[in-house]
């Protein structure tokens, strides 16, 4: 069992240590530290006692006939929770109050694989479907079902904005008090959409690593007890939502893996747990064993990870942001590291674009595909684009891009050099004279 | 010189609970090597078997991360804020 120390400490074991919550996490075994190994009982915990490495959650997953699991899977609602034998959650989680995300389109762009020289194949995992239009209401969905399960009574984040949306409407759906912190320079789109659920919303004088060392240390105060901050205590099941990409590519594709993935870099979460999420559909047999790269994206503007990539580093030295990409504006990532050993292990790589390139991509996306993406999926598309212009992906394998946010929420990005073509009056003669005819 | 030092939740067991400690020492390595004297094993968890600061712990000096700054040698002014937090959070 666990000892209780302090409050929010636990000490490690040496086994899968007994759980104090019965079955509420599923097939989750433990918490387990990506450093060192060492594990903990499944609790609000995010850093290891020993090495202050990130803890994440270890499984007893289902090993038997594949053929069963995939007809379980497939049986389920159009939602994450069709992996729910997958995911730290309780069997019934789809009957309890939350979002439902997830079952997001996946797009095949013709269009765009032309415009770029693709002749694998291109696809684009369009995040921007879910129900507060971006990939965040998978991670918040996990986190919410922890917090339930642990007795928290106020759901929290550090946000670049489209996560303090995803908490505040999954706590307004669950009943839930919020109070959620983002940097005071956000785009107006991404205010709004935090603020309307009718939960606290702070903003705080500084960057997103402000705003996260703050968060950091409000969770170890009396002011924070009783909170659940998804990304910070809450971190290692919140993680786990991201790995339902990775499913959900798979199923969509036919129960197979693509050849290349281009996955945006914020903190690096998502793209460590989709590789996390290929990983076990494999270990599982739910798809054939094959190689894939992984390839990640970052605005030049905050390219901590993408700098140490190209200099051959293993570690990652923090930068202060300074982008148009807000929502990957994270100049300290935590999980840098593990992203450059996924890249460099799967024969990926990590590339960045600049500010104009990440706007020129989304008008290339929506152009060609009619896919207005924020930011962040101008980024990923921008350095797909450098990738193969570079030669570092090969264009005849079949590639899947992000984008995980609807391009409403950054108008800021392109209403400078996106408007009507012309103002006229109306009438057929005015018409002509503009050329349009 | 003595600073306040904010001892993050996981590493309390050291400071019998305590939120915020005093340390003293004109540099980071000097303020970590008084923690230890007070706090036996504290050291050890932010540090690594080479004596540099483990990768996932960020450390503040007056609001300030030392990785911007000097590391381990960043000068610690008297009546200095240190915060030492877990790195992995966010995203």
Known sequence: MAVQTVAGTTTPQDASPANPH?????????????????????????????????????????????????????????????????????????????????????????????????????????????????FKDRVVAIALEAARTFGLTTLSCSSTGNLAGAVGAAAARAGFRSCVFIPDDLEQGKVVMAAVYGGDLVAIK????????????????????????????????????????????AEQLGWRLPDNLVIPIASGSQLTKIDKGLKELIALGLVEDKPYKIFGAQAEGCSPVSAAFKAGHDVVRPVKPDTIAKSLAIGNPADGPYVLDIARRTGGAIEDVTDEQIVDAI????????????????????????????????????????????????????????????????????FREAGLA | MSASVRIPTILRTYTGGQAEVSADGGTLAEVIESLEKNHTGISARVLDDSGKLRRFVNVYVNDDDVRFSEGLATAVPDGASVSIIPAVAGG
């Open chain 1, 22 to 134: 019965g079955d509420a996490f599923g097939p989750a075994a433990a918490l387990s530290c990506r450093e060192c190994g060492a594990r903990y009982p499944l609790t609000p915990v995010f850093a290891c006692l020993e090495c202050f490495g990130p803890l994440e959650v270890a499984y007893d997953l289902p090993l038997g006939d594949p053929e069963h699991l995939r007809k379980q899977i497939e049986a389920g609602p159009a939602n994450i929770w069709r992996y729910a034998p997958l995911l730290p959650v309780p069997a019934d989680v789809a009957d309890k109050q939350n979002l439902h995300p997830g079952w997001t389109k996946l797009v095949k762009a013709d269009n765009l694989a032309r415009e770029l020289g693709i002749t694998g194949g291109l696809h684009i995992k369009d995040d921007s479907g879910n129900p507060t239009h971006s």
């Open chain 1, 206 to 249: 500084g960057t997103y690593d402000d705003v996260n060392r703050f968060c950091s240390e409000l969770i170890g105060d009396p002011a924070g007890e009783g909170w659940g901050f998804v990304n910070v205590n809450l971190r290692p099941y919140y993680g786990e939502g991201s790995k339902t990409l990775a499913y959900e590519i």
């Open chain 1, 363 to 430: 008008k290339l996306l929506a152009r060609t595909e009619g896919i207005f993406a924020e930011t962040a999926g101008g980024v990923t598309v921008g350095v797909l684009r450098k990738l193969i212009e570079t030669g570092q992906l090969d264009p005849a394998a079949e590639t899947v891009v992000f984008n995980t946010g609807d391009g409403l929420k950054t108008l800021d990005a392109v209403s400078p050099t996106t408007g009507p073509t012309a103002t006229i009056s109306p009438t057929l003669a005015a």
